[in-house]
């Protein structure tokens, strides 16, 4: 019967669709976040900003909301493209960046770089000390997952066990600091988007945007991790090799996302959570859709944390824990199925 | 076609495939039984190339599957193991879609969707194939998985335990689905199983493994004898024939002097 496969095609389709219909609202939102903020600008006038002249409203754009809106996009995407890697490799629905502990090491290298220098450490030193403790506990948690055969409840026992021990360290550091240090340590829990220039922009660019496409050629591996170890390496995928480099490359696009804009929380778990239900567990589409929506997801927070209590501007960080909250607990109470 | 010559396999410290050889023919099923723990998954593993033997060669049409690319083998022999994917929703036709994997670069081609689609219908599984996998029965869903390795379309089938967790019709399907697609396909299966009355009316050649050893091979009316099965299993049976194939009925644990029944009544006092 063609029927099953036009069945399957017109599925396929639907999929694009949506991913279309994501980048569309990807740019919606990214709009309205360059329009909004204390210094009224307009439509028009960001629009003619954008595209040149000078002044005040030019200034406004391209010093203080374009960067922040790049880094909200490139934030979100790259959380939720961890998040997505991380649950296909370990086979668990609960693995994200925080809850295997390895945005939090990220987070520690980052805060050690900026702590320990003094003002003297460029972006390279802080994404540079980000990426290895990332690294540091990612292999942690491999080597705990091989050697006791882990459950994912066992890695996610010991993603927490990790993100204690940096959340200890980074108390530790402001207990012994002085009062500058332990500002910017408290700052960089909340996540901000605030501080960043175009130079952190390229760096964590390039460190999300570089491992993607990679990481994108490898979904049909990761839809086939789904069925099992053997039966992934009997239909030819090289499991071994695809999870060490797959958990390397998310954990650089991990320390990427947060290493100069601080703890953005429940993106890189609710994003492929979101997607799955809409759009399934094909990685061909998974991946991208959750990209997106993982950017809609922290440029909205954002937006909410400018205008809530305008003109302060809540953390993202902060804005991001309360949206999430419930929306997960939302998502608990709303499975009609069995798993993820 | 398939042939394995003096296989040893351990894990950690311990033996556990011990000397193990065999020939298999195209079109040929091959039934491995053995009590718990004898080695029958770990002997299917080594021969799909996921477990690497200490000592031995496994040899697909007189190629080392060890030596091959992994896709090339995948080409060559399927493997269905017990369980499914799990935890995340995959549509029915997406698992039996997994299975095209070595032949699928990016896009799925218009003959790899025909594949798929086919083999659901032949597979009375049309009905199902965009409902979630996880939604289906266990007699479905070993259906399933066995249409995955039937869309690989390899010369070389291994099965662990296709009939598992069936009931008695999903089991005769799913034995009859195997021993058609080896008559009329060619296709050479080797299949680990528990149910001894299943593998004898089914399989052309059976092995009975013991502590990880071949403790005899042959076909059906030579290995299901009496004395073998209470050396393996440690049951006594009454072996009938019918229909051409050894019945087995078994009787009672080995050691045990009083009937079962009376056994219970006794516990109850």
């Given at each position: 019967?063609?029927?099953?496969?036009?069945q399957?095609?017109?599925?396929?389709?639907?999929?694009?669709?949506?991913?279309?219909?994501?980048?569309?609202?990807?740019?919606c939102?990214?709009?309205?976040?360059?329009?909004?903020?204390?210094?009224?600008?307009?439509?028009k006038?960001?629009?003619?900003?954008?595209l040149?002249?000078?002044?005040?409203?030019?200034?406004?754009?391209?010093?203080?909301r374009?960067?922040?809106?790049?880094?909200?996009?490139?934030?979100?995407?790259?959380?939720?493209?961890?998040?997505t890697?991380f649950?296909?490799i370990?086979?668990?629905?609960?693995?994200s960046?925080?809850t295997?502990?390895?945005?939090?090491?990220?987070?520690?290298?980052?805060v050690t770089a900026?702590v320990?220098?003094a003002?003297?450490?460029?972006?390279?030193?802080?994404?540079?000390?980000?990426?290895?403790?990332?690294?540091?506990?990612?292999?942690?948690i491999?080597?705990?997952?091989?050697l006791?055969?882990?459950?994912?409840?066992?890695?996610?026992?010991?993603?927490?066990?990790?993100?204690f021990?940096?959340?200890?360290?980074?108390?530790?550091f402001?207990?012994?600091?002085?009062?500058?240090?332990?500002?910017?340590?408290?700052?960089?829990?909340?996540?901000?988007?605030?501080?960043?220039?175009?130079?952190e922009?390229?760096?964590?660019?390039?460190?999300?945007?570089?491992?993607?496409?990679?990481?994108?050629k490898?979904?049909?591996?990761?839809?086939?991790?789904?069925?099992?170890?053997?039966?992934?390496?009997a239909?030819g995928?090289?499991?071994?090799?695809?999870?060490?480099?797959?958990?390397?490359?998310?954990?650089?696009?991990?320390?990427?996302?947060?290493?100069?804009?601080?703890?953005?929380?429940f993106?890189?778990?609710?994003?492929?959570?979101?997607?799955?239900?809409?759009?399934?567990?094909?990685?061909?589409?998974?991946l991208?859709?959750?990209?997106?929506?993982?950017?809609?997801?922290?440029?909205?927070?954002?937006?909410?944390?400018?205008?809530?209590?305008?003109p302060?501007?809540?953390?993202?960080?902060?804005?991001t824990?309360f949206?999430?909250?419930?929306?997960?607990?939302?998502?608990?109470?709303?499975?009609q199925?069995?798993?993820? | 076609?398939?042939?394995?010559?003096?296989?040893f396999?351990?894990?950690?410290?311990?033996?556990?495939?011990?000397?193990?050889?065999?020939?298999?023919?195209?079109?040929e099923?091959?039934?491995?039984?053995?009590?718990?723990?004898?080695?029958?998954?770990?002997?299917?593993?080594?021969?799909?190339?996921?477990?690497?033997?200490?000592?031995?060669?496994?040899l697909i049409?007189?190629?080392?599957?060890f030596?091959?690319?992994?896709t090339?083998?995948?080409?060559r022999?399927?493997?269905?193991?017990?369980?499914?994917?799990?935890?995340?929703?995959?549509?029915?036709?997406?698992?039996?879609?997994?299975?095209?994997?070595?032949?699928i670069?990016?896009?799925?081609?218009e003959?790899?969707?025909?594949?798929?689609?086919?083999?659901l219908?032949?597979?009375?599984?049309?009905?199902?194939?965009?409902?979630?996998?996880?939604?289906l029965s266990?007699?479905?869903?070993?259906k399933?998985?066995?249409?995955?390795?039937?869309?690989?379309?390899?010369?070389?089938l291994?099965?662990?335990?296709?009939?598992?967790?069936?009931?008695?019709?999903h089991?005769?399907?799913?034995?009859?689905?195997?021993?058609?697609?080896a008559?009329?396909?060619?296709?050479?299966?080797?299949?680990?199983?528990?149910?001894l009355?299943?593998?004898?009316?089914?399989?052309?050649?059976?092995l009975?493994?013991?502590?990880?050893?071949?403790f005899?091979?042959?076909?059906?009316d030579?290995?299901?004898?009496?004395?073998?099965i209470t050396s393996?299993?440690?049951?006594?049976?009454?072996?009938?024939?019918?229909?051409g194939?050894?019945y087995?009925?078994?009787?009672?644990?080995?050691g045990?002097?009083?009937?079962?029944?009376?056994?219970?009544?006794?516990?109850?006092?």
């Open positions: 019967m063609e029927d099953i496969s036009k399957f095609k017109g599925l396929t389709r639907r999929k694009l669709t949506f991913l279309v219909l994501l980048v569309a609202g990807l740019f939102v990214a709009f309205v976040a360059l329009t909004l903020g204390p210094a009224s600008v307009g439509f006038g960001s629009f003619e900003a954008l040149g002249g000078s002044g005040t409203a030019h200034a406004i754009i391209w010093k203080l374009l960067p922040r809106m790049v880094m909200a996009i490139l934030a979100g995407s790259g959380l939720a493209l961890a998040g890697v649950q296909a370990l086979r668990n629905p609960l693995a960046p925080y295997l502990g390895i945005a939090s090491s990220a987070g520690f290298g980052a900026i320990f220098s003002g003297f450490c460029s972006e390279y030193h802080i994404a540079g000390s980000a990426f290895i403790f990332a690294l540091i506990s990612s292999f942690f491999l080597g705990i997952a091989k006791k055969s882990a459950t994912p409840e066992t890695m996610i026992l010991a993603g927490i066990a990790i993100m021990f940096f959340s200890s360290l980074s108390s530790l402001q207990y012994m600091g002085t009062m500058e240090e332990v500002q910017e340590i408290v700052f960089w829990f909340f996540g901000s988007l605030s501080k960043v220039g175009w130079g922009i390229s760096m964590a660019g390039a460190m999300i945007l570089l491992p993607a496409p990679i990481l994108l490898w979904s049909w591996d990761f839809n086939l991790l789904a069925g099992g170890d053997d039966s992934a390496k239909l995928v090289n499991v071994e090799s695809i999870r060490r480099y797959g958990i390397v490359l998310a954990s650089l696009v991990t320390a990427g996302a947060i290493c100069f804009t601080g703890v953005i929380g993106v890189g778990l609710v994003s492929p959570h979101i997607t799955r239900m809409v759009i399934g567990s094909d990685h061909r589409f998974l991208p859709s959750s990209m997106l929506i993982g950017a809609i997801l922290v440029l909205s927070a954002d937006i909410v944390g400018r205008t809530l209590w305008a302060q501007v809540i953390p993202i960080g902060i804005v824990s949206i999430g909250v419930p929306f997960f607990l939302y998502l608990l109470m709303k499975r199925r069995d798993y993820w | 076609m398939l042939r394995i010559k003096g296989l396999f351990s894990y950690k410290k311990t033996e556990v495939l011990a000397d193990i050889g065999l020939k298999l023919r195209k079109g099923v091959l039934g491995i039984v053995g009590p718990n723990g004898a080695g029958k998954t770990t002997l299917l593993r080594c021969i799909a190339g996921i477990s690497k033997p200490e000592k031995g060669s496994v049409d007189d190629r080392d599957v030596g091959m690319r992994r090339d083998l995948a080409k022999i399927g493997y269905v193991p017990q369980t499914g994917p799990s935890k995340f929703p995959v549509t029915v036709f997406e698992t039996v879609l997994m299975g095209r994997r070595p032949y670069s990016w896009r799925p081609s003959n790899d969707l025909k594949v798929v689609a086919d083999l219908r032949s597979m009375d599984l049309a009905d199902m194939a965009l409902r979630y996998f996880d939604q266990g007699g479905q869903k070993q399933v998985l066995l249409a995955k390795a039937f869309a690989q379309e390899t010369d070389c291994l099965l662990d335990e296709p009939t598992g967790n069936l009931d008695l019709r089991q005769m399907e799913v034995m009859e689905m195997i021993s058609t697609m008559k009329e396909k060619g296709i050479a299966a080797i299949l680990a199983m528990h149910d009355n299943l593998t004898s009316r089914f399989a052309d050649t059976i009975m493994l013991n502590n990880g050893r071949t005899c091979i042959g076909a059906p030579q290995v299901m004898t009496r004395e073998n393996v299993y440690g049951v006594e049976t009454e072996i009938n024939t019918s229909n194939y050894p087995i009925l078994p009787i009672r644990p080995v045990q002097t009083v009937d079962s029944g009376q056994r219970a009544v006794d516990s109850k006092k």
